[in-house]
């Protein structure tokens, strides 16, 4: 029976590794768009879905049943 020589696996496992390496990095080059090629006036900071909220407290959304509660309370 003959020998393995897991010197020269080593090695081959090695040089695949590396280039399985390589391909990736060549991959994800390709996909990143640069900076510059990006239009320059596109508005990231515009959404149209949050457009209209207004940062701070919020009024709350029972607060018309609240005050119909206390009107009914204080007519009798």
Do not use: C, F
Not at 22 to 41: F, G, H, L, T
Not at 42 to 59: L, M, N, R, S, T
């Amino acid at each position: 029976m003959a020998k393995s020589r897991p010197t020269i696996m080593k090695r081959q496992r090695e040089l695949a590794r590396a280039e399985k390496r390589r391909d990736k990095a060549a991959r994800q080059n390709v996909k990143k768009p640069d900076a510059s090629d990006r239009p320059e006036d596109a508005d990231d900071d515009y959404d149209p879905d949050i457009a209209h909220i207004v940062p701070g407290p919020q009024p709350l959304p029972w607060a018309d049943e609240l005050e119909d509660e206390e009107d009914e309370e204080n007519d009798d």
